[in-house]
């Protein structure tokens, strides 16, 4: 009897669409608005070479003037500045002797699809915090930080008061702070607070607020001891581009050992909005979450308030 083995149901021309597209579909980071995906870094994250520059124009500056009729206006220019972003190249391979024959009661692109999906969006997620974690090493963004940990009492943990202080570190731009992402110990104190407000805007999703911002629980946040680090975004606060790999889905077959083998390799930019990556420090082709988490890697550009993140270190009560 012929078995049903995964060459036989994966389609790459299908499956690869359908991946990314689960991927976005199951991070919470994308669906709050947090990570944004646009059509010019996917074309960017495409078009070769290992960091991806993006050129900006830099606000305009200087005093106005008195308008006379003797003396004419002095023009001024407008200068140009570059964002660098670093473009990623992963790829993970599964092997096994029955999954495609244990899925195929269903439809089983669909649920490989939607297994590796999920691998994915996981994956994604980790490396963003080890790029957050890069970023307020730089010493570049210090504006954007606030640790109240070495305070005593409740001045020292998450708390209305404290929240407001970490959310105006943007000044007069604080109405950009859209969601935060928090440790589930975190979560937990903040619901022992009651202050916090669920929604249900369909029957399906449920979606937790703090002072009028979109909470995401992962445990990825960073814990040292007894301190936790909250991360504050703005919409659109990380830029994200699927590339494409030069093989992107591929199906093998060990005879021999009876093994299915699947693999799958992935080329994306996952980028904070004006923070360049600077390649101080990295050893390969494409950096490892290592190599992201290394302060000398990142660079602010943009002026501080554009950079809609903020990182807030606090203990819990």
């Given at each position: 009897m012929a078995t049903t083995r995964i060459a036989d149901v994966i389609v790459p021309e299908v499956f690869n669409p359908y991946v990314i597209q689960r991927t976005a579909e199951l991070s919470a980071l994308v669906q709050s608005g947090i990570i944004s995906n646009d059509q010019q870094l996917d074309a960017l994250a495409s078009a070769g070479g290992k960091l991806i520059n993006m050129?900006?124009?830099?606000?305009?500056?200087?005093?106005?003037?008195?308008?006379?009729?003797?003396?004419?206006?002095?023009?001024?220019?407008?200068?140009?500045?570059?964002?660098?972003?670093?473009?990623?190249?992963?790829?993970?391979?599964w092997s096994t002797n029955d999954l495609a024959?244990?899925?195929?009661?269903?439809?089983?692109?669909?649920?490989?699809?939607?297994?590796?999906?999920e691998y994915w969006s996981r994956r994604r997620q980790a490396l963003l915090f080890a790029i957050l974690?890069?970023?307020?090493?730089?010493?570049?963004?210090?504006?954007?930080?606030?640790?109240?940990?070495a305070l005593t009492g409740d001045a020292a943990t998450i708390t209305g008061n404290t929240?407001?202080?970490?959310?105006?570190?943007?000044?007069?731009?604080?109405?950009?702070?859209?969601?935060?992402?928090?440790?589930?110990?975190?979560?937990?104190e903040l619901k022992k607070q009651n202050l916090i407000t669920t929604i249900k805007p369909s029957e399906n999703i449920e979606i937790d607020s703090y002072m009028g911002k979109r909470i995401i629980v992962d445990d990825t946040c960073p814990v040292a001891t007894d301190v936790y680090t909250t991360y504050l975004f703005g919409e659109g606060a990380i830029g994200l581009g699927n590339g494409a790999a030069p093989t992107p889905t591929e199906t093998d077959r060990d005879s021999l050992a009876g093994d299915d083998i699947l693999i799958n390799r992935q080329h994306f930019v996952l980028h904070p909005r004006?923070?360049?990556f600077t390649s101080a420090s990295v050893a390969g082709p494409s950096p490892t979450n290592a190599e992201a988490e290394t302060g000398t890697n990142w660079s602010r550009v943009y002026d501080p308030k554009n950079i809609r993140i903020i990182e807030f270190k606090h203990k819990i009560g």
């Open positions: 050129p900006y124009w830099n606000d305009l500056t200087g005093d106005d003037e008195v308008l006379s009729d003797s003396a004419a206006l002095t023009p001024e220019k407008i200068t140009a500045s570059q964002d660098v972003a670093a473009l990623f190249m992963r790829g993970k391979a024959k244990a899925l195929a009661g269903s439809d089983p692109m669909m649920a490989i699809g939607d297994l590796v999906a974690k890069g970023v307020f090493a730089s010493g570049t963004l210090a504006s954007n930080q606030l640790d109240v940990s929240f407001i202080d970490a959310v105006t570190k943007l000044g007069d731009a604080a109405g950009k702070v859209s969601a935060f992402a928090v440790h589930s110990a975190v979560y937990a004006g923070v360049k």
